[in-house]
């Protein structure tokens, strides 16, 4: 455990001179856990998005400083064929670093079996099971948040798969069903129970689905109750909320999701707010990501469109899905126009893209349209006064008694 010295009270964790440092643990379990890369800094982690934590996100989010992140996810019956298209979601390419298998099921069995499996591909450091997805299709199987009523199901999962597998298992969940239901407790007791390796908790209600309040302080408790690792997870948009909830509720790590899609910056920014040890001031979230470089934001979002193609073209050879070359344009395109075309937040010719995005039809055509979004912005900058320059403070030395 780091403590701080005599002299300098932390400004990361503003613990005051000589206490324990909660933020530098130089042994957070978690490393251990999922075997990562100790930098002295707090874990942020990408979060498990349906329709967007593909091979090509994780990547990207790894490369600007995620230290760890999750698959889509992924129906753990259709896992037991091999065959099965929903293999395609457990697909991973070089330099994602750490990935965690996603699943949901309800079935002990068909859980622990599809754990043997995923652990067979040795591509993963974990397998998550989900307890706090809110589509009606998922609840439906009596899956995802449906889990959090039936913390004994979890218990079983667990066990059955960690009888089988020597991959730690986890879980994702949420508070509980809604407010006058609050269940994180028993189903805590029923992970810590049955072995299961750490616990991320999205801090909102089911029945609140991906708005409202995010409840810290029943997070802090959690975490302050928990014998496992604790990951925090809810509305972190900008360094100062990933700041503030380290701070508030002392999990061992943050996850984070909405605010990275389209702006993989937000690990950067967060791991370089750390690194300087001074809380960042307060933004709201409309403005999370600060004025970028054009041009390295254009290298990011056509590294991220060629990424997308390369990873579909295996797909389509594996899987079958898309089947034609057309298809992966086409995809790729919607892609863009779903997901990437956040790449674009603020800039002044997004406007115009969109108008034109129906039309577009090859990725080519999307690169033309997002040059031009560029171009707009470039010279929208060169008409703005140029930025005062802060004058150097002067470092007066101390004079001696
Ligand atoms: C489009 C989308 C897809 C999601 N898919 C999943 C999922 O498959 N499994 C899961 O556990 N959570 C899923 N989530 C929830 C996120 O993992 C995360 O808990 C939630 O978005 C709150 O974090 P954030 O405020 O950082 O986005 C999804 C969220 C979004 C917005």
Request: with cysteine.
């Amino acid at each position: 455990m780091f403590r701080h010295g005599k002299k300098n009270p932390c400004k990361l964790c503003l613990q005051k001179r000589g206490g324990k440092c909660y933020i530098l643990i130089m042994s957070n379990p978690l490393h251990t856990i999922f075997g990562l890369r100790d930098n002295g800094l707090p874990l942020v982690f990408l979060a498990p998005m349906a329709g967007y934590s593909n091979a090509p996100m994780r990547r990207i989010s790894h490369r600007h400083g995620a230290a760890m992140s999750y698959t889509e996810m992924a129906n753990a019956r259709a896992l037991l064929n091999p065959s099965e298209r929903t293999w395609a979601l457990m697909e991973t390419t070089k330099l994602e670093g750490p990935v965690v298998a996603h699943l949901y099921g309800t079935e002990p069995d068909v859980f622990a079996e599809a754990a043997v499996k995923v652990e067979q591909t040795k591509r993963f450091v974990a397998i998550d099971l989900n307890a706090g997805c809110p589509a009606k299709k998922v609840l439906a199987e009596g899956a995802g948040a449906e889990l959090i009523k039936d913390p004994q199901r979890i218990h079983d999962m667990i066990v059955a798969a960690r009888r089988v597998v020597s991959l730690p298992i986890t879980l994702k969940t949420r508070l509980g069903p809604s407010p006058d239901k609050l269940a994180i407790y028993d189903v805590l007791a029923a992970v810590e129970a049955a072995g299961g390796a750490a616990l991320a908790l999205h801090a909102r209600y089911t029945s609140q689905g991906h708005r409202g309040d995010v409840h810290y302080n029943l997070l802090a408790q959690v975490k302050q109750r928990a014998n496992i690792p604790i990951i925090g997870n809810g509305n972190v948009h900008t360094p100062y909320a990933a700041w503030h909830m380290f701070e508030k509720t002392r999990v061992d790590a943050i996850m984070l999701g909405r605010a990275a899609v389209g702006n993989p910056w937000i690990f950067t920014n967060i791991r370089d707010s750390f690194k300087t040890r001074i809380k960042p001031k307060y933004h709201p979230p409309t403005h999370s990501r600060p004025k970028m470089n054009l041009e390295t934001l254009g290298k990011v979002l056509f590294d991220h469109l060629d990424l997308e193609r390369e990873h579909l073209k295996v797909l389509s050879a594996k899987y079958g899905i898309p089947p034609t070359a057309e298809d992966i344009e086409e995809t790729v395109v919607n892609a863009f126009r779903c997901r990437h075309f956040r790449y674009l937040h603020s800039l002044k010719g997004a406007c115009y893209v969109r108008k034109c995005l129906s039309e577009l039809r090859t990725v080519d055509a999307v690169r033309e349209a997002v040059q031009g979004c560029f171009d707009r912005e470039a010279a929208y900058r060169a008409t703005l006064p140029p930025k005062p320059v802060k004058p150097v403070k002067k470092k007066i030395p101390k004079k001696k008694a």
